[in-house]
């Protein structure tokens, strides 16, 4: 691996010692086998296929409840089945040299009572738009559809939701994880908390900021309660509007998050940048949002979100960046640190099967060897 390039120099993320900066960004791939939400074999060979030695991976959204559920395929972090299952997932990674970081994952309102048990979808109000909005869908047994009618959590309820975030922290523990990453973007619970078009609370989790990312700081302290704040990690999406989301001062919102989560002392902030939503790339305006949250935040950043080999090396060179997380590039390209190390040509992915539920478009990309034999 070329020394020149800095996307190949050793770093710590808190207590994660990395040996290059290529990290895998959390990717639903739905192959979780159901219907209880288990990682099997062939979950363990995809993370498996693209762990390389001291490169972290960033698990796929996971869920910490049954009723958190919103995705059909997305595994889980709630049961002792699916506490096995990670295992083998975790350890062929780690046999690798590789670490890896559980995302953990409350669907919020983006959810159906097909996947919640029957529970109505709970979230910060209630918005009827958000599901009657033929744009929103959800993946269940059957198809695609629109979402369930949610509910707007009650204050009392709160602390129950909490306590499913270090249940599950505690689980990935057991697992062998080397830390955990909360999903606090793309419009999911606690982004549903933060951002005011989704959050009407007249209460202590509504209205100021402080009360908005009441939540947010609240589980970040369970989860730091099981794991110490130096394994522990937030996902935000600052001036995401995916999924149905909207804030009326973003500026301010995300500034204050950034500047709220320096009390931690976190492994890491990852941030989306805004010019990718969902899994398609958009215009935006102005900057990247690492470079606007930098000054504010003060500890190791990470980001996702359009970037290619020499753009991560560029803002990781200039120190914007700790490291950049790949998406979309990761799915096609089992061995992308090494394509990106040695300047080889990536596999374009298939969005077609980004949620299909087998092995095609999932473990069947070949590593670079592979391709250039096959020329
Ligand atoms: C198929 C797919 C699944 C995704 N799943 C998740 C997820 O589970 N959790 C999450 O935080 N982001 C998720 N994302 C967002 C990615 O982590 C990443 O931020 C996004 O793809 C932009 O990075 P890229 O341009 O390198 O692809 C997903 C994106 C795609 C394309």
Known sequence: MKASNALFTPTALGALRLKHRVIMAPLTRSRSVQPDSVPGDLMREYYEQ?????????????NISLTSRGWLGAPGLYSDTQVEGW???????????????????????????????????????????????PNHL???????????????LAVDEIAGIVEDYREAAEHAMSVGFDGVELHAA?????????????????????????????MLSEIVRALISVWGADRVAVRIGPWGTWNGMSD????????????DLNEFGLAYLHLIEPRVSGSDDVQTAGGL?????????????IAAGGFEPDTAERVVSD????????????????DLPKRVA????????DRSTFYTFDEVGYTDYPVYAAVAAAV
């Open 186 to 214: 793309n419009g999911y619970l606690v982004d549903q908390f933060l951002q005011d078009g989704s959050n009407k609370r007249t209460d202590e989790y509504g209205g100021s900021l402080e009360n908005r990312t009441r």
């Open 50 to 62: 693209r762990a390389s030695d001291g490169g972290l991976i960033i698990t796929e959204a996971t």
């Open 138 to 152: 959800v993946s269940i047994p059957g198809g695609w559809v629109q979402p369930s009618p949610h509910r707007a």
């Open 248 to 259: 009326s001062n973003p500026d301010a919102l995300f500034a204050h998050v950034a500047k």
């Open 342 to 349: 040695e300047h080889l040509e990536l596999t374009p992915y």
């Open 87 to 133: 295992k083998k997932v975790v350890g062929a990674v780690h046999a690798k040299g590789g670490l890896m970081v559980a995302q953990l994952w409350h669907s919020g309102r983006s959810s159906h009572t097909s996947m919640t048990g029957g529970a109505t979808p709970v979230s910060a109000s209630v918005d009827s738009k958000y599901w009657e909005n």
């Open 289 to 301: 949002a690492a470079e606007r949250l930098r000054p504010l935040f003060k500890g190791k950043m």
């Open 319 to 334: 120190g914007i960046l700790d490291a950049v997380a790949f998406g979309r590039h990761f799915v096609s390209n089992p």
